[in-house]
């Protein structure tokens, strides 16, 4: 009898690469050379019967069949996870509260934590979109949430620990923060610039004024927005230029063009707030869990 079914590893290479959008990448974040990753992707389409991705020199793109077989994948290796994690008794149940800034991932953050549900089908999650400066100044609060993630500037200085554990928080992800304006509306040098901005709680918001103030740059505030996805909307429209990292940036936004008067940028750097003393198990093993899917 000939063998039905997938392989687990092909499917997480597919996932990977529909993921992120080019083999080289893919192969990144599975630690598998390009090589690898390339015979593994032919095996799964002669598997399958047909091709999975459109491949051109911009990267790669999912065929119809592709996007399909994507959704089965993902619930595939969600079960999968599920299944060990519940023979090694850490599958969880209970409650779980996490604060996730709303610069992370806005496009893909609701399919992660998707994932994170199927994979741990007995645990209620709680999730709450916060500024960055909020989740940080109430990382010590365990009234306010389990666990944090927010997003920070790249600028050379250690990470300050926890006030109760003396932990450093974790990186799970590294992002370029560019420039960006309405695909259709190009600022031009040595005018003005309208800014869209969100309200100065916001510590990427205030570096943005603070930056623009330091480098003499000229600019007037023609939008206040109350969160990035009203930062996106604005932005479409042409209202003004902002500053986003990389995996915030939606449709009908791109990066400014260089060379227009604009100081450079830092990265950005998303960050897992570390456990603090006394954490229970649960919490733990739950940080464990999406440290491996925010990465």
Not at 84 to 106: K, N, V
Not at 210 to 219: C, I, M
């Amino acid at each position: 009898m000939s063998q039905r079914g997938f392989d687990l590893t092909q499917l997480r290479t597919f996932v990977a690469v529909a993921e992120s959008g080019s083999v080289s990448a893919g192969a990144e974040r599975v630690f598998l050379s390009q090589s690898s990753v390339s015979e593994q992707l032919k095996k799964l389409e002669e598997r399958a019967g047909q091709p999975l991705f459109v491949r051109s020199k911009q990267g790669v793109s999912a065929t119809p069949a592709g996007s399909r077989l994507l959704d089965h994948a993902r619930r595939i290796l969600a079960m999968s996870e599920a299944a060990f994690e519940d023979l090694q008794g850490r599958s969880l149940d209970g409650e779980l509260r996490i604060a996730i800034t709303d610069y992370y991932r806005p496009h893909d953050i609701a399919r992660i934590l998707k994932t994170f549900c199927e994979q741990h089908p007995r645990l209620k999650l709680h999730v709450t979109v916060l500024p960055s400066s909020m989740i940080d100044s109430k990382a010590d609060d365990d009234t306010s949430f389990d666990i944090g993630l927010s997003l920070r500037l790249v600028t050379g200085q250690p990470r300050a620990a926890s006030k109760r554990s003396g932990a450093a928080s974790t990186v799970v992800r590294r992002e370029k923060l560019l420039w960006v304006c309405a695909a259709d509306a190009a600022p031009r040098p040595a005018a003005p610039y309208q800014l869209v901005l969100l309200p100065s709680s916001c510590q990427l918001q205030r570096f943005v004024v603070k930056l623009l103030d330091e480098h003499k740059v000229p600019y007037l505030i023609s939008h206040s927005a109350s969160g990035v996805a009203g930062l996106q909307l604005a932005l479409k429209a042409g209202l003004g230029i902002s500053c986003l990292n990389e995996s915030s940036i939606g449709g009908g936004v791109v990066a400014c063009a260089t060379g227009i008067g604009l100081p450079a940028l830092p990265a950005v750097e998303f960050h897992l707030l570390p456990g603090r003393l006394g954490e229970s198990e649960h919490v733990s093993n739950a940080r464990n869990a999406l440290m491996r899917l925010f990465a």
